[in-house]
Each structure stands twice: as structure tokens, then as C-alpha cells.
């Protein structure tokens, strides 16, 4: 007898022309998005990337195969219907979606039933950015540092603090961006506060979260004096699907504290109504922050005030003060009602580190009178226990040394004829 030819182990067969064609499409796709970031609206790349994950192993020889290839097609599905308003127009999208329709009719796969994951540690929410950085890590292979995030402040007449941790006053009368990425824009309005001085504060809010995916369609938010609502101007409190909240609003006190968070950007916002006006603070991603058009640089958050809207010099403020240059004690009684003793004292009732907020407050006082401008410094720095990421970045002092403000010497320098200079060892 001859010998038995031997055995062989079956082989997978060649892919059917749909599938071929459909990775060819994402072999170009590939090819012309290979850098392409968190910040394209459209996310085909995404869906198919996954798919060809969850297939790329599949052997067509084995008898499960049609039912996990079926179970990753309706999964593609169902990515591309969710990214259906955002890849209106694009070429790839509709080329995506025709081939899934031909993938499903060759296969015989129902529309509805199961659908897969590209694994179980790489399932994730879409709409959840610290969800999405779990996946890129995963992804990569090994270890990626944790996302970095940035934090930016406005309170008071207004004093700003950017998202490089740079403190400044500032006038910007008017209406003034301070953020405006491809993710989320900030403006404000400011006014003056009183005659005779060029300090402002926040009279408006305007936020506008621009619409991503499926996670949430655009919508826009606005604050005004007596006027903080919970709700965006369309009356909705969320955005996208009610159920993931990826988008939402939370009042915390009724007309004076909201707060909104934004999961698939991961970002929190704060706003609050001390007195007549309006504090901001916010906590975003330093990825998402600096993903913005050469035209949007104008960001009081990113690159703080223009110089000539500059109240401070170099972070040293003025002192507010009418009358002549008097020794520490003098009975000085600006318009304000306020001397820098009884500021002081006012102010360390509830800052009892003398940081630069502290010092913003005793500037707030002398400039207004306004009691409420100690609620709204001593607010500022709660939101930065709050939100900034690094505590030991939380305070921040003025300098010392070269006739700067230091940590035991402390003076405000002259600046206009309503100013004068004043030391004093707090």
C-alpha cells in the first residue's frame, strides 16, 4: 500500500471581495490619517481600527467564525451610526457603511443580536476622555503618563489666573475670550466697576461646548448678572444621551453656584454669583487646551492679558489709595471706606495665607468698597483646592528681592495718579 499522503492543518480561506475591498479602504485610511489626533470630529478611524482588531485574528476555517465576525460587523455598525451626524460628507464614512451592509448580506449576519468589544480590557465608554487615554495606553503597549490637566481662574476686578499658573489684573473692558480650542469656548464681559478706575469685573458668561460624536450636539450656555441658571439656553441640563451624562449641569446653589461637567472632554467648570458679579474656574486637559487654529491665540487662559490691558506690572498690583504718601497707620480714608489696615484686617478673616489672593482681595477692597469681593477671592482659592491638579502649585506668592514683593516685606507699587506708594510689613 502507499504511503497515506500527509495530513494537512485546514487553511483559512482568502477573504470575500467585500471584506478585501473594505480593507484596502482602511489601508488608505490608514495610510492618510496616520497622525491624526483626538480632535477629528469624525471618529471612522476609530470604528474601523477596531473592527480590524476584532477580526484580524479570526480564522474562517473554524466553526465559530461567522459568529464572531457577524458580532464584530453589527459592533462596526453601531460605531457608525453613532459618529452618523459628525461624518455627514465623508467619503470614508459612506464607504464604511456601504461595506458593512455588503459584509452583513454575505455572511448572513442579522442586524440585531450581539456585538463585541475589541477586548474586555479595551472596552470603554467613547464619551468618557479619561476612558479614551485608558485605551490609547492600552493600545501603545505599555505604560503612558496620565493625562495632564490645566486650571484657569477669573474673579474679582478681574484678576486672572492663566493655564501656565501666571497671575494678572487686568482691565479688558468689553466682551474677551478666555478659551477657544476645537473642544469648548469661554467669553466675558467685563465692566467697570467704579469711576475713576480702570478696574473691571465679570458681568457675562457665554460657554459654548461644540458638538463631538455622538457625546453631545453643540450647545451653549450664558450667565448674567441675577441670572445664573441651570440649565443651557436651549432649557436642556444635558448633552447627548441623558443616560451616559456625558455633558451635564449640576446646581449647586440656586442662582449663585453652578457646575458643569463635560466627561468626553474631561472637563469641569465652575461659576459663581458673589455680589453683582461673576467668577470663573475651570479644569481641562492640556491636550485639549492647546488643540487650536494659529487664528484662535487670542486666549486670556492660554496667553493671559495683552500687555496694554495690564493692571499689574509684573504681578505687582496698585494701591488704590487717594490722599499723599502716609506712613503705616495713618488715618487714609479713600472713597472706598476702606484703609489698607481695615482691608488687611477684612481680608484675613477668611484667607489666612497671605498668597496672591490674599493680596487680590486687599486690592479688590480699595478699588470697590465692596465686601463681596473678600467672598469672591476666598471662593477663587477654594476652586483651586478644587480643581487644580497640582496642590503644591495651589498658592502662589509674590516675589521677593530686586524691589519685588517678597514673602515677609510686602508693598504694592504706585501706578496712576489715584495710586501711591504704600509699604507695609503685614
Given at each position: 500500500m502507499g504511503s497515506a499522503a500527509p495530513s494537512r492543518a485546514p487553511r483559512a480561506e482568502p477573504p470575500p471581495g467585500a471584506l478585501r475591498l473594505l480593507l484596502a479602504a482602511l489601508g488608505l485610511l490608514l495610510l492618510g490619517a496616520g497622525d491624526c489626533q483626538l480632535h477629528t470630529s469624525c471618529g471612522i478611524q476609530k470604528c474601523t481600527t477596531d473592527f480590524v482588531s476584532l477580526t484580524s485574528h479570526l480564522n474562517a476555517a473554524l466553526e465559530d467564525f461567522d459568529l464572531e465576525f457577524c458580532k464584530a460587523l453589527r459592533a462596526y455598525s453601531v460605531?457608525?451610526?453613532?459618529?452618523?451626524?459628525?461624518?455627514?460628507?465623508?467619503?470614508?464614512?459612506?464607504?464604511?457603511v456601504l461595506g458593512i451592509g455588503d459584509l452583513m448580506t454575505q455572511r448572513n449576519c442579522t442586524k440585531d443580536g450581539p456585538t463585541s468589544s475589541a477586548s474586555p480590557e479595551m472596552a470603554h465608554d467613547p464619551c468618557n476622555y479619561s476612558g479614551y487615554t485608558e485605551v490609547r495606553e492600552h493600545r501603545g503597549g505599555g505604560k503612558?503618563?496620565?493625562?495632564?490637566?490645566?486650571?484657569?481662574?477669573?474673579?474679582?476686578d478681574p484678576h486672572l489666573r492663566t493655564f501656565k499658573d501666571h497671575f494678572q489684573t487686568c482691565k479688558v473692558e468689553g466682551a474677551w475670550p478666555l478659551i477657544d480650542n476645537n473642544y469648548l469656548s469661554v467669553q466675558v464681559t467685563n465692566v467697570p466697576v467704579v469711576p475713576g478706575?480702570?478696574?473691571t469685573a465679570t458681568k457675562k458668561i457665554t460657554i459654548i461646548f461644540k458638538s463631538y460624536q455622538d457625546c453631545t450636539d453643540q450647545k451653549v450656555?450664558?450667565?448674567?448678572?441675577?441670572?445664573?441658571p441651570a440649565a443651557f439656553v436651549d432649557g436642556t441640563t444635558s448633552g447627548g444621551d441623558g443616560n451616559t451624562r456625558s455633558l451635564h449641569i449640576v446646581e449647586k446653589v440656586s442662582g449663585k453656584y453652578i457646575e458643569m461637567h463635560a466627561r468626553y472632554i474631561g472637563t469641569t467648570v465652575y461659576i459663581r454669583q458673589l455680589g453683582h458679579y461673576l467668577t470663573l474656574a475651570i479644569r481641562m486637559p492640556q491636550e485639549l487646551v492647546m488643540a487650536y487654529e494659529e487664528s484662535q491665540d487670542l486666549q486670556l487662559c492660554v496667553n493671559g492679558c495683552p500687555s496694554s490691558e495690564r493692571i499689574d506690572q509684573s504681578g505687582h498690583l496698585p494701591l488704590p489709595v487717594m490722599g499723599k504718601l502716609l506712613p503705616w497707620g495713618a488715618a487714609?480714608?479713600?472713597?472706598?471706606?476702606?484703609?489698607?489696615?481695615?482691608?488687611?484686617?477684612?481680608?484675613?478673616?477668611?484667607?489666612?495665607?497671605?498668597?496672591?489672593?490674599?493680596y487680590s482681595c486687599v486690592f479688590d477692597l480699595l478699588t470697590t468698597g465692596d465686601a463681596n469681593f473678600t467672598a469672591a477671592a476666598h471662593s477663587a482659592m477654594q476652586d483651586?483646592?478644587?480643581?487644580?491638579?497640582?496642590?503644591?502649585?495651589?498658592?502662589?506668592?509674590?516675589?521677593?528681592?530686586?524691589?519685588?514683593?517678597?514673602r515677609d516685606g510686602r508693598f504694592f507699587v504706585s501706578l496712576g495718579f489715584l495710586c501711591l506708594i504704600f509699604v507695609a510689613y503685614l
Amino acid at each position: 500500500m502507499g504511503s497515506a499522503a500527509p495530513s494537512r492543518a485546514p487553511r483559512a480561506e482568502p477573504p470575500p471581495g467585500a471584506l478585501r475591498l473594505l480593507l484596502a479602504a482602511l489601508g488608505l485610511l490608514l495610510l492618510g490619517a496616520g497622525d491624526c489626533q483626538l480632535h477629528t470630529s469624525c471618529g471612522i478611524q476609530k470604528c474601523t481600527t477596531d473592527f480590524v482588531s476584532l477580526t484580524s485574528h479570526l480564522n474562517a476555517a473554524l466553526e465559530d467564525f461567522d459568529l464572531e465576525f457577524c458580532k464584530a460587523l453589527r459592533a462596526y455598525s453601531v460605531c457608525t451610526y453613532r459618529n452618523s451626524k459628525v461624518c455627514r460628507g465623508n467619503l470614508v464614512y459612506h464607504s464604511a457603511v456601504l461595506g458593512i451592509g455588503d459584509l452583513m448580506t454575505q455572511r448572513n449576519c442579522t442586524k440585531d443580536g450581539p456585538t463585541s468589544s475589541a477586548s474586555p480590557e479595551m472596552a470603554h465608554d467613547p464619551c468618557n476622555y479619561s476612558g479614551y487615554t485608558e485605551v490609547r495606553e492600552h493600545r501603545g503597549g505599555g505604560k503612558t503618563p496620565l493625562p495632564t490637566y490645566l486650571f484657569c481662574g477669573l474673579f474679582g476686578d478681574p484678576h486672572l489666573r492663566t493655564f501656565k499658573d501666571h497671575f494678572q489684573t487686568c482691565k479688558v473692558e468689553g466682551a474677551w475670550p478666555l478659551i477657544d480650542n476645537n473642544y469648548l469656548s469661554v467669553q466675558v464681559t467685563n465692566v467697570p466697576v467704579v469711576p475713576g478706575s480702570s478696574a473691571t469685573a465679570t458681568k457675562k458668561i457665554t460657554i459654548i461646548f461644540k458638538s463631538y460624536q455622538d457625546c453631545t450636539d453643540q450647545k451653549v450656555y450664558q450667565a448674567m448678572t441675577d441670572d445664573l441658571p441651570a440649565a443651557f439656553v436651549d432649557g436642556t441640563t444635558s448633552g447627548g444621551d441623558g443616560n451616559t451624562r456625558s455633558l451635564h449641569i449640576v446646581e449647586k446653589v440656586s442662582g449663585k453656584y453652578i457646575e458643569m461637567h463635560a466627561r468626553y472632554i474631561g472637563t469641569t467648570v465652575y461659576i459663581r454669583q458673589l455680589g453683582h458679579y461673576l467668577t470663573l474656574a475651570i479644569r481641562m486637559p492640556q491636550e485639549l487646551v492647546m488643540a487650536y487654529e494659529e487664528s484662535q491665540d487670542l486666549q486670556l487662559c492660554v496667553n493671559g492679558c495683552p500687555s496694554s490691558e495690564r493692571i499689574d506690572q509684573s504681578g505687582h498690583l496698585p494701591l488704590p489709595v487717594m490722599g499723599k504718601l502716609l506712613p503705616w497707620g495713618a488715618a487714609a480714608h479713600p472713597l472706598s471706606g476702606y484703609t489698607l489696615e481695615t482691608a488687611t484686617t477684612k481680608c484675613h478673616e477668611k484667607m489666612l495665607v497671605k498668597d496672591i489672593y490674599f493680596y487680590s482681595c486687599v486690592f479688590d477692597l480699595l478699588t470697590t468698597g465692596d465686601a463681596n469681593f473678600t467672598a469672591a477671592a476666598h471662593s477663587a482659592m477654594q476652586d483651586v483646592e478644587a480643581l487644580h491638579p497640582s496642590k503644591e502649585h495651589w498658592h502662589i506668592f509674590p516675589r521677593s528681592g530686586g524691589g519685588g514683593v517678597g514673602r515677609d516685606g510686602r508693598f504694592f507699587v504706585s501706578l496712576g495718579f489715584l495710586c501711591l506708594i504704600f509699604v507695609a510689613y503685614l
